[in-house]
């Protein structure tokens, strides 16, 4: 698609704020007004459409796209949104642990315990640690809390939390990423481990390495929301 508009601005609107092309306000792919809840969001996707060369490239939207997400199927179902998350917390990547005779369990009793700890307390939930695969359920008082925080939050908030945890296969990983003091690098340590575990064993394969290249990339993008989110 050639490029249609000359000119691009952000300008407040009723609910927030909306970018302009040409002096008219974009809208979702469903045809909703696309008002944001921060300036410095609406900054970022102005930018994505400022960037555009001649030709539009649609991979270059990436925040433009999580909106529309937001917009068109968060807020009209947050209760399904919510259950998604929910099922991340069922089975949280950093509840599952290798036996405690095993290397990998002394690594991830390092780096996990700290992060999942922390949420325990900020939310006043405790989760069950599982060493081996079965599944183990979670304690549905620990998922009835999470419930409870998950829907005190609006559809812009669980977007990106949902697309930080299917990248980290963590409610708490992407729970953590929501917090004003977020690491996004020691987070994304935390749910690439076990892949970084196994590269480390058995060698690096460029195919593997590549597409965790594009998830770490898309991690990185889903905390930067959230980011802007609180900004």
């Known amino acids: 698609m050639k490029r249609f508009y000359k000119e691009v601005a952000v300008a407040e609107v009723p609910g927030g704020w909306q970018v302009m092309l040409d002096g008219r306000g974009i809208k979702s792919m469903k045809g909703a007004p696309q008002v944001l809840p921060s300036r410095a969001l609406a900054d970022a996707l102005a930018s994505e459409w400022a960037g555009q060369g001649e ?63 922390t949420l325990e307390l900020r939310v006043s939930v405790s989760f069950t640690r599982v060493s081996g695969i079965m599944h183990r359920p979670q304690p549905p008082a620990t998922l009835d809390r999470l419930r409870e925080r998950l829907g005190a939050l609006d559809h812009f908030a669980l977007a990106g939390l949902q697309a930080a945890a299917s990248l980290a296969a963590s ?61």
Not at 178 to 192: H, I, P
Request: net charge negative.
């Open 55 to 117: 030709d539009i490239h649609p991979a270059a939207f990436r925040f433009r796209d999580q909106a529309d997400f937001a917009i068109d199927i968060v807020a009209a179902d947050p209760a399904a949104a919510i259950d998604t998350l929910l099922g991340f917390a069922e089975t949280d990547t950093l509840c599952y642990r290798a036996d405690p005779d095993e290397p990998l369990y002394a690594r991830q009793q390092a780096e996990w315990e700290p992060l999942l700890s």
């Open 171 to 231: 409610l708490t990983v992407a729970l953590l990423a929501l917090e004003q003091a977020a690491d996004s690098g020691v987070l994304w340590r935390a749910a690439s481990l076990e892949e970084e575990w196994q590269a480390e064993q058995w060698g690096r394969d460029p195919q593997a390495e590549e597409h965790r290249a594009r998830k770490h990339a898309d991690f990185l993008a889903a905390c930067e929301w959230m980011r802007l989110l609180r900004a």
